[in-house]
């Protein structure tokens, strides 16, 4: 099983991550961070990621990180 981890301090909530995840698992965040963004926030709950790793190559910011197990 993969899963992501999304740096939300660099994160400024483009939103590309969102569109891109073929399984929908990635969402804006309901809170804002430091830097005044809603970053985008990961959700084991609707699936299982496959590890594509389409949402970290989108990132304009390098935020995303894709760990396959």
Known sequence: MSTIEIDE?????????TITCPKGLIELSDKINNLGYTPAKFDA?????????????????????VFNE
């Open 45 to 65: 709950s609707k699936g299982k990621c496959t590890g594509c790793a389409l949402c970290a190559e989108i990132c304009p910011d390098v935020a995303i990180k």
């Open 9 to 17: 301090l660099r994160c400024k909530g483009c939103g590309l991550c």
